[in-house]
Nanobody
Framework: QVQLVETGGGLVQAGGSLRLSCAAS????????MAWFRQAPGKEREFVST????????FYADSVKGRFTISRDNAKNTVYLQMNSLEPEDTAVYYC?????????????????WGKGTLVTVSS
């Protein structure tokens, strides 16, 4: 079992930055592929970014490529999402997810564990 807790959400003006953190419980964090998803009001949950178990491979949704950076610190059991040049369209609840499979996937149905989310609001 893995428990995930997201922090770092909040209100920011357009063009600003936020860094989300996801702390994971358990001794096997380093073996999981990690990902971030988001869900805006009235919309389906969508993929944002994913990172391999060792941190050497990453993948981003086109909508955030060049603005967001995913990273992980396996010694701290934590995955991060640095979000720059935020836009009002980035407003959503951001969820951290873990996947036992080592291939990078963007389908939320392929994730095994989820956090409860943290709200990011970007004002124009």
């Amino acid at each position: 079992q893995v428990q995930l807790v997201e922090t770092g959400g909040g209100l920011v003006q357009a063009g600003g930055s936020l860094r989300l953190s996801c702390a994971a419980s358990g001794r096997t964090f380093s073996s999981y592929t990690m990902a971030w998803f988001r869900q805006a009001p009235g919309k389906e949950r969508e993929f944002v970014s994913t990172i391999s178990w060792g941190g050497g491979s990453t993948f981003y949704a086109d909508s955030v490529k060049g603005r967001f950076t995913i990273s992980r610190d396996n010694a701290k059991n934590t995955v991060y999402l640095q979000m720059n040049s935020l836009e009002p369209e980035d407003t959503a609840v951001y969820y951290c997810a873990a996947r036992r499979r080592h291939d990078l996937g963007s389908d939320p149905r392929g994730m095994d564990y989820w956090g409860k989310g943290t709200l990011v609001t970007v004002s124009s």
